[in-house]
């Protein structure tokens, strides 16, 4: 949460000294029919979604452009209804979180934790991702086509999150449901204390976490690979491996000491 206070004339103002008015969206926008660009080079995060709440909800514009984000954090979080974005530019940290509905569509990178509680939609983020990607979705898509940091999809859900290049440590850590298409390298403690789900690796993966073992891919695992990377051109790698949960930990609780140290 960003801290903020009031100047000597009860400005708000952000903790960078930013002055913002109380919710009043800048309405910056050029507005052409179902479609708006505005430009977010001078304006704080609140002010941003301020403008993209305003144009989505308030003019019912479907389609939105964001210029010049300026890797700003907190941006287009919490749309909660079916629209077009475009974020010409990168993000910082927790960047498009909560979203239930709308496509984003980002031509740079982003920070971490980007896209956490995911409801539905699709995401499509052109260059890499930080850690902590896609924490805890329910559904949707989330694409990142480059690298992701350590922990992505962690406590996951629902959905589909897809990477075009490697991921780090501990990705898909407590995954309760969903899908992880790794095209690259998948690093240490893959799947740790998953509990449900699948998460495919086309390279190596350094080291399984505990209760994550190899399963058989079958037919439809083939085709929902080939239908995910039809529909966001992808380049497939020529052979993935399945990771499913080995179900040791589903009755931790019911089993003896000594049982319990052979299973972690």
């Not at 660009?37 to 003019?59: C, K, Q």
């Not at 479907?62 to 010409?88: Q, W, Y």
């Not at 896209?115 to 989330?142: H, Q, W, Y």
Request: aromatic fraction near 6%; glycine fraction near 16%; include cysteine.
């Amino acid at each position: 949460m960003v801290t903020v206070n009031k100047d000597a004339r009860g400005v708000r103002k952000d903790v960078r000294g930013l002055a913002e008015p109380d919710a009043q969206a800048p309405e910056t926008a050029r507005i052409d029919g179902p479609t708006a660009v505005f430009d977010a080079a001078d304006l704080s995060p609140r002010l941003i979604n301020l403008e993209l709440r305003r144009l989505v909800y308030g003019e019912g514009i479907t389609e939105v452009t964001i210029e010049n984000p300026g890797a700003k954090h907190s941006v287009a979080v919490g749309i909660l209804t079916r629209c077009r974005i475009t974020i010409d530019g990168s993000l910082g940290y927790f960047g498009c979180g909560l979203g239930d509905g709308p496509e984003i569509h980002i031509t740079g990178r982003v920070g971490w934790s980007f896209g956490e509680n995911m409801m539905s939609g699709v995401t499509v983020i052109d260059k890499n991702a930080g850690s902590l990607t896609g924490a805890a979705i329910r559904g949707g898509d989330l694409v990142v086509r480059g690298h992701v940091g350590a922990r992505t999809g962690i406590d996951q859900k629902g959905g589909t999150v897809i990477v075009g290049g490697n991921a780090g440590s501990m990705t898909g850590f407590m995954m309760q449901r969903g899908r992880q298409i790794i095209c690259g390298n998948a690093g240490d403690g893959l799947g740790d204390s998953m509990y449900d789900g699948a998460i495919y690796v086309g390279g190596t993966v350094a080291s399984l976490g505990v209760d994550c073992v190899e399963a058989e891919l079958t037919s439809d695992d083939e085709e929902l690979l080939d239908r995910k990377f039809r529909i966001y051109r992808l380049d497939r790698p020529d052979a993935f491996r399945k990771f499913v949960c080995g179900r040791k930990l589903w009755n931790y609780d019911n089993l003896e000491p000594s049982e319990r140290k052979l299973v972690l």
